[in-house]
């Protein structure tokens, strides 16, 4: 068994992105895996001749019955007859077992973990628009729905369609070593049957895509109503969910409709074909039969094979149909999931190295690809190693883009962006992710455990600096009483999707450990306190002057209650910095900081107000 277990990785590295057609995104998906595709391709072919061998056999056994009588049956034949046992309880056995276990030990618990572990491999590398742009339930229903039809596709092809193929030819020359006439038979309803599949499957094919389409719709719909279902719950929506889901489900069955249509109408004509060769063919051997140009032998054998092909011809038509709207399906897929990374690495980018903690925006322009304003328009900006800034402004000033473009999330339109004086589009995105801490606003979290969740920052930490950075952002006292449904606790306990069983103040402070573990040189903070009541943002505000030590500080916030220590404080407009300098001076510069901070129902936390 380990022989089939072994017969390729899957998890093998594909080899560049995937191809947008359908036989090259294929190669892509199993590459790596071709020995066994081979063996499985013969394995098939020798059992379809072994079906047709079996027919013939009876044939030659039927034949020597009437030309022989008992006493010289066996006479010249004994050797013959061992081998033709040897073949029926040995060798056709043998292949079918060698073929159950390239189907059971390689193939299905294999090519579907080769092809999907390549597909959503890609499918991560993508820029963050990409997902932007989509729905996360229908992106995962693509890479399910994609692979689980290449891997059918595949399958169909080596076990059905090369095993028909040769039960067809091999029983047409079969035919053919009979009587020329009864090959003729079967070759014409042959050219019969390929006509029915050139007409009616392409259409099946089509409709298959369509209805595919409308699957991963569904499934897009149902994840971003159970994803939002808080918000659902405080307005009361259930029922507005409920008829959108009926909406979703109505176009699926209407194009599920659509695909049924074609598939009665495709198996009439195939049952009408079925009926038709045990007729053609055993009426064409009997006529021969009774005119005397054939054998007994020659009928059984066409009845066999003509009983064989006939219940064949049911099934594989029916697989064929399965196979085409595979095809659809895959299809479908491949146009979302083959799709060009937009953000990548230019040829030699290199990580960082002795990094400073430079920072420089060179006349930055950016606008989501719209003439209608939004982003950055020619922002310049220079941050020293270890300095603290701050950028303050009103909403859609293009703080957070400035964020975004630093972590290279996107690249700049326009102008440059430097660390160290070395453009990060020369740099590697990772390692450039690297040198930078972020905590966000909307801090998400895995489905996983509270450790997984911190160690996000840094795996390879010790047990003591996971429990220290648990300490230092004031979540060790609450991570302590933490269970889950089956039993877990403290650091081992499950926090539910996006963190669902944690309060925002309790996120952030686990964000807030993770970053604390990860180190980085550089802090980025969009809004890091806001989900922290007032008690606890003043203890954490103490955690934060400690990370903030020795870093390259950029730090974005509205309610202006973690910049009262920056260094500079920067504020923007439309875009542009149309401010800077340190609280005092701004304050006393009667802007537009001081007009922000007039409308602060506070101010800072422990902070006094300048004079």
Known sequence: ?????????????????????????????????????????????????????????????????????REVFLDGFIWQLFGIVGFMLILRPAIILFQGGLNSLAFGPGLSVLSLFRVHKYTLGQSLDFFEDDF?????????????????????????VSFAGAMILGGAAVMFSSDWRLSAVLLGWLGLYVLALWWGLPKIRKLGKTRAEARSAISGNFVDSIANITTVKLFAHSERETEEARKTL????????????????????????????????VGESVVLWLSGDSQTGAIVTAGILASRLGAMTGWFSFMLMGLFADIGTAEDGIATLAKPYRLIDVDGATPPTDFSGKIRFDNVKFHYGSKHGGGLDGFSLTIKPGEKVALVGRSGAGKSTVLSLLLRMRDVESGAIFLDGQDVRMLTQDGLRRQIGMVTQDTQMFNRSVRDNILYGRPDTTDADLMAACEQAQAAEFIVGMADGKGRVGLDAYLGERGVKLSGGQRQRIALARVILKNAPILALDEATSALDSEVEAAIQDTLDGLMEGKTVVAIAHRLSTIAQMDRIVVM??????????????????????SLWSRQSGGFIGVEAAE
């Open 250 to 281: 109505l176009r699926f069955r209407e194009a599920a409709l659509s695909f049924g249509r074609q598939v009665f109408k495709f198996r009439f004509v195939v049952a009408i074909l079925a009926g038709l060769l045990p007729v053609a063919l």
């Open 136 to 160: 996360a339930g229908r992106i995962n229903q693509k890479q399910m729905q994609t692979t689980a039809a290449l891997e059918e596709l595949l399958m169909e092809l080596l076990n059905a």
């Open 1 to 69: 068994m380990k022989y089939f277990e072994n017969l390729f990785d899957p998890f093998a590295n594909a080899d560049g992105p995937p191809p947008t057609t359908l036989i090259a995104f294929g190669k892509w998906s199993f590459a790596g895996a071709g020995k066994a595709v081979v063996m499985m391709g013969a394995v098939s072919i020798l059992i379809g001749l072994g079906e047709v061998a079996a027919a013939w056999v009876v044939g030659l056994i039927i034949d020597r019955i009437n030309t022989h009588g």
């Open 573 to 594: 407009d439309d875009g542009r910095i149309i401010e800077q300098g340190t609280h005092a001076a701004l304050l006393a510069n009667n802007g537009l900081y001081a």
